[in-house]
């Protein structure tokens, strides 16, 4: 078991992967420094949620470090990404399409 908090408070820069939630990534550092450290729990947590479908930056903070993540989620930020215009519906909006159709039909 790990004495000193200090040597287990970080600030993690991890490029969050398409289609995890920001806590997935919270979640599985957790883990990963209560199992190599034999802790029972540690504070970690994140600067800003990414959309489970964005990727990018997450800032994430350990231990005593947590208190700094309000110094990251005051920067300015930029956000990049690509519109495909007239690209083919996908299932989930055509799901929704027919959803809506089909209670339409009910108010008639």
Not at 2 to 18: A, D, G, Q, T, Y
């Amino acid at each position: 078991m790990i004495n000193n908090i200090e040597h287990i408070s970080k600030i993690i820069l991890v490029n969050k992967p398409l289609d995890w939630t920001s806590f997935d990534v919270v979640k599985k550092i957790r883990g990963i420094i209560k199992k190599k450290y034999s802790i029972p729990k540690i504070k970690v947590g994140h600067s800003g949620t990414l959309d489970p479908k964005a990727s990018g930056l997450l800032v994430i903070c350990t231990g005593k470090k947590t208190k700094m993540m309000t110094d990251f989620e005051n920067l300015n930020k930029r956000y990049c990404g690509v519109i495909k215009i007239d690209a083919p519906l996908t299932a989930l909006i055509q799901k929704q399409r027919k959803k809506i159709k089909k209670n339409t039909h009910n108010y008639l």
